[in-house]
């Protein structure tokens, strides 16, 4: 297995589960040791239980592995992602993490219990200092770090680079998401056909607390919340893969359109994610097209880990209008977990990898 | 010809043209007399001339009609429904009203002009108070009427509702607007499959503008604008028919949900609109289901004339939002038209069509 | 209850079952008297239980109905809709048929036995004759009579008119089939955007079965296939609504074009089935258009009960090249089934309304 | 420009002219010297003047390449890729041929001209046996070489495989067609939306045609069509890229399920286009899954060069039916296009790149 990591994909057959296998087959840092499944596919090789559908076909090694059950996990794995249920994440995640196993979860389950860090390294990579008190607290000797929801991670990026320039107040967000989002089978074709659901269950609270979460100060054991009022309205699209977003903004200090495109434009993530192998060069893309970001068009920008801003202009209600589009499936779920577990192979918190041996990973 | 008035569709060949022959066809009040279109189609049979784009058939006695020019519309004619392109309406218009015809447009051209009504009966109709300075103005015979843009439609509705209940502030929409909004060609498929353009040229400011002048006094001669602030982000989505619109809604004065809902629910037109044959029963129909209205299940309430409107709640950056469906060449364009055609009628602008004459038409 | 004749329908909360509830709402013969659905929903209000997928509101008198179990109908109901899943069906319909239930059937269950009509009124009513054989060989009072699979209408009408002018000898036929074809969920959207799925399990064997039954000779107690090969190719298309099907058509006698025009469109359904409520004026339109039927323009003729053909061609392979269209709910499925029990009630199969009784329900 | 071909494209703005552009910029053997496009954009950067259709962004060489007349070409150029609309095609590439120019077209304008290869390297690359008579003829330095139409390439393939070993002697073909192949702006978002057209102008003669003479025998100056019949029936489809084609096909041998598949699953290019960039690794990919290929997931196959052939299974009207796939602007136009190319420069054609010295540009 040379110097590869090994890792888990649990819930390795739904929609995002597909994703993390997808991305993880040719991955130059990790490689699939096991996959896990609910009982009905339990014991079935991978490539017979799983309904493939993404182009391409299945990678071939992990085709012929039997899926296993999600509690029974080899031992020589330390590094699990979760793409379960967020009713099975809810259980099994700290089950895992109180057996020593560290856990980058898509899952909605525990996003924002205050000593779980909700992470996208670009963003928020100092909040992984939630995970000593994580440990300490629940005597784990694993741990949860977890990925935010799809249209959260569209909204974050520009309102990150404008919270650092001039503070945010208020945020107004309307959504327009993919029916990916969903997972498989999800959206009925009958429901989404020639029309738009203006609702999706329990998504517009995840919109309003995860962003100002991330965007919070981490102190002792828990994060502080940024100051600011996020209202979203939700609506699903007949578009596959691809969320954007409407956002509305209001700042704490004055700022000129110009200025505006600058903190967008320049928007830089820590040094300290510099040479993982997921992170794109662009994180936020800002585009000067009258009628750009599109979904189909910009989704797959930097093997779809970019945020993609465009239509920057004033706003008569707040102050400033944009649109936000993230590949909900990529960037927004297995991409930006994969992402996390990158940083935390980089920060030392996977045994034996630390920093130098990985560095001699990269190319 | 019996008692139904003699009527002409100005650019019937194309997409909203086909909606006005269409809901002339059986009209109660109306009969079609004469079909115009562009220089390419002058001189054909309807039949012949137009790709029709609606289900059923071409309406019989319209589809062996010879196409007209615009400008050599037959003397008994006097009421003309302009489906024109704004850039021909910007001449046309104006010249037809010169020449003594009332001309009821779905133009753009001159909705924003100050002695120009833009009329929905259920919101305005007291802004056919400009008529008369319209006239004495220009010094025409006839005149134009307007109707607003399609989203502008859906809009401004709900926003009438909380104007006379509670004062409006601000308004921030985000549309979902439909390919038939922009007509025959159009949206070409290969843009807007599995796709969302966000950006319609010239429609945020249509929509910016429009609800203030229709929720605006009618004083002598012009219109002073409502007192609020409108924020726009338009977007087009794959659905083939109607307008979805997320308004987030900030009042002037203080209400809770429950007041919300009641002024909502219980909007009531003015009694002049009363036995127009268009008008719907509920023009503001109210849904409390999580989540609906829905763009395909909801555009032909009350044959299309009805804005829907649904998903009431408070919002934690304005005051409330909600959403808004409008069908888009229905009540958003073609039926909007003949309903105000229809009022000019009762309201005794039509020579010879008095109030007391039309009544008789009603059944 | 006036002259009405109470129903039930079975399996009522699917999307078929919807369909029957939406066409019985109205009837003028039929009045729904009870609804039945699957465990999960018995016991609950109709319009609390259903997924409604139909525009347009729940039917007032059902929204309140308490959904009833299968097995447990009123005394009083004599004739049932059947949309039970087919696994469902294969037990439940004989059980209800031998308590004396008329069984008017849309699932595939039992389409293809003997002694039970697979029955299109216009096509084969005379193969009601089969009703006595299914009694007397079963021990039933009652009886199943079934509706073909929705595809199949679409070919049954073409090959009819074609079969009896000039004898069929071969039939290619390739589908394009909506998604309410199959059901709710049905399809995922996940899989059919922007995507065709070139297969719809056990649908080819029942296209290339089915026609051949309906155009066989009732002989004592059985059909005889008609004498003719049928293979199919079937594919989900991104379509609400409306099963189109190329059909290249092989015949036993020579014939031009012109032969084969006047074939179709003088087609012309027995005497019997005059004055039916739900019966079509054309039960095959014929249309003369280069591109036309199209699913969404021409679903809905006669109110989605008449099959639309057009861009009748010869073949150079068999002998004439044609396409087909149905919708796949209405005249597919829910509308041919009552179609199919009001020709029952006219035949005097149904207790106390007979013919004559019939007559006076009728405008 | 190192020992790269300089290429033009001409019509480089159009829907195929993009995948050109596309397709060009990281050629290993040619590189974009030239783009031409109609009056409307000529003189304008190719940046501009596009309405760029393609995920990702302009190749950064050509977006700043000033478009020219397609009559004006530089002298150093000799190999030209033609996306000209076929009404252009007409008079412009014999103009170009007769100039010296070696024109690898892509429109149907003189795909049936009896000297003029129509061209697939996998198929018939001994078809350009017709380019010296063709010179010879027309008095022309230069040549044209054409690909055929999109939907043609897919049925070519699985007809190759099985004429060489069975011999052909009827198809049949049904077409769902994507809404690229019909360019931009194409088909309109109103037509295809929730609908099929069962009809492409001109297109079901040129299935009919085509393959006939793709798979006819080159003789002095002409060629000899296939000794079978096709019959065609085209439909549009609500799918962005992608042309699936149901095939019933009749052999003029006896051949067993067994022995179709493995003629299928065997196809063997001729060794002679060995080694050319844009040759998939399986020009004829055998799908065994019950639903493949789907567009969607097939259609990217090596790179959209493979066709994909699935669902092969016996027919009961001719002998075998199965359904192909084709990427309808990559290996359908485009990519085949590039293709053909390669083995004009392979084989000698393009003055100064002997196959010696293109060996030495092979990785």
Known sequence: ?????????????????????????????????????SERSQGQPYGEAVKWLLPGEIPTPVREMVIERTDALPSDIQLVFSALPSRVALEAEPELASRGYLVCSNASAHRMEPDIPLLIPEINADHLALIDHQRAQRGWPGFIVTSPNCASTAI??????????????????????????????????????????????????????????????????TIEPGDFQVSAQVNRVPVLDGHLVALSIGLRKKADLEDIT???????????????PSAPEHALLLRHEEDRPQPRLDREAENGMAVSVGRVQPCSVLDYKMISLVHNTLRGAAGGAVLNAELLVKQGFVDKYQESETRSLMP
């Open 1 to 37: 297995m040379d110097q590869k990591i090994p890792v888990a994909v649990l819930g390795a057959t739904g929609a995002v589960g597909q994703r993390f296998v997808s991305l993880l087959a040719d991955h130059p840092w990790f490689e699939i040791a096991s996959v896990t499944g």
């Open 156 to 221: 974050v990026f520009p309102l990150k680079a404008l919270d650092d320039a001039f503070g945010l107040s208020r945020v107004h967000a309307v959504t327009m998401q993919a029916v990916s989002g969903a997972g498989y089978p999800g959206v009925s074709s009958i429901e989404i056909t020639d029309n738009i659901i203006p609702f999706i269950p329990g998504e517009e609270p995840k919109l309003e607390q995860e962003s100002r979460k991330m965007l919070g100060e981490a102190s002792t054991g």
């Open 262 to 276: 600058r903190a967008l434009d320049t928007f830089k993530p820590p040094d300290s994610i510099a040479g993982l």
